[in-house]
């Protein structure tokens, strides 16, 4: 086992959080807000979850990089993550931007962390260790264990990898390891090349390490989590390589001593719709694979609002948020975000509810042009069955919310993506429609 690490280690390691680009996997969610501002939980955001990791690690100075939609993240990271003005503590983000050397966008994960580097190597704490985290996982990680393996490895760079079964490994980017966890070998997706496959297993050694069975048969794949010493990452980005994935991790592989951080808690890349929903909806499992209700806490910005009111609702598996008012609704394997307004009568199944940021806003009534004032509620009788919620969403009495069967595109008041019904942010149903 690696020695436990100081303080002074964790003070010279330096987070760096990836926004990732338009996120139109995750459309419409992210038709407005930045990838890692994605609500999550009922009342957190998918940037929280590096930032707490990080917090929870004793690493404390982040940057979270950005390009698209960053207003909403820009403000939640600036009501959540305080810090006084006695500690060398923060949190900011680094949106894209134009500069004499170089006037175009991230072309990558690689290229965004180059555009920044002089933010990163410059100021007055010369920062040993850099951790490249991506900003739209769900894991609680504790990385005062990978930097002390790193640094007893001598490493010049450490992946964090998950053991995966044959039929996962397909689709991800696998590492191959001596008996000591040095990467010998990196193949991207191998897909159906069982042969290929054969070849890439784990060592019994590091099953044995890992508290595997040798009988079973796992798969190194990495979670895209990185941590370079300062060297490592200067000579790996001198160059025009886009991305850490595809480009820079191979190459490093070739050049450097590279090793291997097993990781086997609950990790899930939220990428798509359809695992954004299961990751949702699944917290409300019994036993969930991802559990909120740990002693470190997962941080977010705290709202100061009331105790949720129930009246008269049955609830079997759910998440309820601050905020908010259920009357009469029945609510099953589903999440309520904050400030949500259940009436009599809904029927909400396997859905996530994301919530609203206020409980009324202000409208113009299209036919008199004046102004109005519409609560954000959902209606009486409504039915709401695997579909996604975004916020300050209004839906009138007797909708029906539900897939049908119906092939993933856009319809009105909604998109079908992965077989799941998502409204958009601010959308206004009328009573009685059937979406």
């Known amino acids: 086992m690696p020695k436990d690490i100081t303080s002074s280690v964790q003070d010279s390691t330096l987070a760096i959080i ?62 959540a993550y305080k810090f006084d003005a006695f500690t060398e503590s923060f949190v900011h983000i680094l949106a894209a931007q134009q500069t004499p050397g170089d006037d175009e966008w991230y072309q990558g994960t690689a290229d965004a962390v180059r555009q920044n580097l002089e933010y990163f190597m410059g100021g007055a704490k010369p920062f040993k260790y850099f951790l490249i985290l991506s900003g739209d996982q769900l894991y609680r990680m504790d990385f005062k264990k990978m930097l002390a393996e790193h640094i007893e490895r001598d490493a010049k760079l450490t992946i964090a990898t998950t053991p995966v079964d044959r039929e996962d490994a397909r689709a991800f980017g696998l590492m191959h390891t001596d008996d000591d966890s040095k990467i010998t070998r990196f193949v991207e997706k191998p897909g159906d090349n069982n ?49 850490f994935g595809k480009n820079i991790i191979p190459k490093s592989i070739e050049d450097y001593n590279v090793y291997s951080h097993v990781f086997q808690g609950y990790w899930e890349d939220i990428g798509t719709i359809g695992s954004y929903h299961e990751a949702n909806v699944s917290l409300t499992d019994q036993i969930p694979s991802f559990n909120f209700f740990e002693e470190q806490p997962i941080y977010t910005r705290a ?12 609830i079997k598996n759910g998440l309820v948020s601050d905020g908010c008012i259920i009357e009469g609704a029945t609510i099953t394997r589903s999440l309520i975000g904050v400030r949500t307004v259940l009436r009599y009568g809904c029927h909400i199944n396997n859905s996530v509810i994301l919530g609203a940021d206020y409980y009324h806003r202000n409208s113009v009534n299209s036919e008199t042009g004046e102004a109005e004032e519409i609560s954000i509620e959902i209606g009486e009788n409504v039915i709401i069955n695997d579909a996604i919620i975004d916020k300050n969403v209004t839906i009138g009495r007797d909708v029906v919310i539900q897939p049908d069967d119906r092939p ?22 009328p009573a009685g429609t059937r979406v």
Do not use: W
């Open 303 to 314: 709202r100061f609002l009331p105790t949720s009111k129930i009246n008269g609702a049955t």
């Open 18 to 79: 990836m926004g990732g680009g338009q996120g139109t996997r995750l459309s419409p969610l992210t038709d407005r807000r930045a990838k890692p501002a994605v609500p999550l939980a009922g009342k957190y955001r998918l940037v929280d979850i590096p930032i707490s990791n990080c917090l929870n690690s004793g690493i404390r100075q982040m940057y979270v990089l950005t390009q698209f939609n960053t207003e909403s993240l820009h403000r939640h990271i600036t009501d």
């Open 408 to 429: 993933d595109g856009k319809y009105e008041y909604c998109v079908i993506s992965d077989g799941i019904v998502v409204i958009p942010k601010s959308t206004r149903i």
């Open 195 to 243: 042969e290929l496959l054969d070849e890439l297993t784990m060592p019994a050694s590091l099953l044995a390490q890992s508290n595997i069975a040798e009988d079973e048969e796992r798969f190194q794949a990495s979670i895209g989590i990185y941590l370079f010493n300062r060297s490592a990452l200067e000579k790996c980005l001198d160059n025009d390589f886009k991305d």
